[in-house]
């Protein structure tokens, strides 16, 4: 294939290692691990068959594979790397550097869920797992958007107001090796897009760091938090200026969808929101008031938009497909909701639920209970559960 433009069915995995390979990707250090593995696999292909021009460094295992990426990045080369599950874990004590350091590495989470809680198949807490180390984090509903994703992440992570690592995060299996059309850009108009960068703090040489002098701890890490905050911003410009230019584009941050005349909104990331997206249409065909919001952008969080839907919503439905264990009551993601409309005067339900844990279906049946239980909670005022386990019912399916 040339580098002109071109579409063909693609794999999740495969659409990311052509959007690392789009983007020009210097460095790629890696070890492989299940559901990633297809993606390492297809950038060394593509090594081989000439297509891309990388160093590709064979590591031990996923702690080197960070810590190479580190070093790489900082002598002023675009990384990229991938990791899943045990992988991440095992990456731990070297994922929280590059915030820290503020270097622009991009990475794929392909969520897989963590032992012994779960097996093979996603959840989404190896990612989640990061919400406190300071990357910004970006979750995928298909190829496409995987691929496009990690082009706006380099440009996201190499803006010298950010300067932080950016995670592209997509479910293993129900996006990694699922197949579904996906364009490649013009190489060209991604050069254009996405030039050649040199990092505005580091050199090759030590003594050439500019890297601003900070006078505590404190100061980095507020440093850390400020960026999160210009990203927010940096993130929504650089969806729709990639959309001018390339036709594609995920509404930023959030993506509210058939919400118009809404009473009440489930809120879905990933793999499962092609689903919902089908079950909102139906239901809205049949007169239910129920929409969908998409959380394109876990970090940093979007609590302004979330304040602002929620002026518009009785009932907020959060579809967690994490836990957080011992917290206060839910997943991640309606804690942390909860957390951003807590000053709200006149606060929307909140109704939690807990389904497609260690990677089993979600199901068309499993999202038109949930949007039922919120429309129950927007019409009663009352939520029948802090946190709805909702495999346990009985939904006419097998489970």
Not at 12 to 39: C, F, H
Not at 93 to 105: F, M, N
Not at 182 to 209: A, G, I, N
Request: glycine share 8%; with cysteine; aromatic share 8%.
């Amino acid at each position: 294939m040339s580098d002109k433009e071109f579409t063909k069915m693609m794999e999740g995995n495969e659409a990311a290692a052509w959007g690392a390979k789009i983007s020009r990707a210097e460095v790629v250090p890696a070890y492989p691990i299940t559901p990633q593995t297809e993606l390492i696999s297809s950038i060394a292909t593509l090594i081989a068959e000439g297509k891309m021009k990388t160093e590709y460094i064979k590591v031990e295992g996923e702690h080197t594979a960070m810590a190479a990426a580190v070093g790489a990045s900082a002598a002023g080369a675009r990384v990229f790397t991938a990791s899943s599950s045990q992988g991440v874990a095992f990456m731990d004590e070297p994922l929280w550097i590059p915030p820290g350091r503020r270097l622009p590495i991009v990475m794929c989470f392909v969520n897989r869920s963590m032992a012994p809680l779960g097996g093979l198949r996603p959840d989404h807490n190896d990612s989640m797992h990061q919400r406190d180390k300071g990357w910004i984090l970006l979750y995928c509903e298909n190829s496409q958007e995987v691929l496009d994703t990690i082009i706006q992440a380099y440009k996201i992570a190499e803006n010298p107001e950010i300067y932080l690592p950016v995670g592209v995060c997509y479910d293993g299996y129900f996006v990694s090796a699922t197949a579904t059309p996906t364009t490649v850009p013009d190489q060209t108009k991604v050069d254009e897009w996405l030039p050649s960068y040199t990092h505005e703090w580091y050199s090759l040489m030590p003594e050439s760091h500019k890297m601003p002098s900070q006078r505590s701890f404190l100061e980095m890490r507020m440093g850390v938090a400020e960026a999160h905050e210009k990203a927010k911003k940096v993130i929504k410009d650089v969806d729709a200026d990639f959309k001018k230019h390339f036709g594609r584009g995920y509404g930023g941050i959030i993506e509210e969808y058939n919400c118009e005349g809404a009473e009440a909104v489930i809120v879905t990331m990933d793999s499962m929101t092609g689903t919902a997206r089908d079950v909102i249409d139906e239901m809205r065909s049949e007169g239910k008031k129920i929409g969908l919001v998409k959380l394109k952008c876990f970090r940093p969080f979007p609590s302004e938009e979330f304040q602002e839907i929620a002026r518009k919503y009785k009932a907020i439905g959060v579809v967690d497909r994490n836990n957080s264990f011992g917290s206060a009551g839910g997943g991640i993601v309606a804690i942390e909701l909860a957390r951003a409309l807590y000053d709200e005067p006149d606060k929307p339900l909140i109704v939690d639920f807990h389904v497609g844990l260690s990677g089993t279906d979600v199901t068309m049946n499993q999202i038109r209970y949930m949007a039922d239980e919120t429309l129950e909670a927007a019409r009663t005022g009352k939520v029948k559960h802090v946190v709805d386990w909702v495999e346990t019912h009985d939904l006419g399916e097998v489970m």
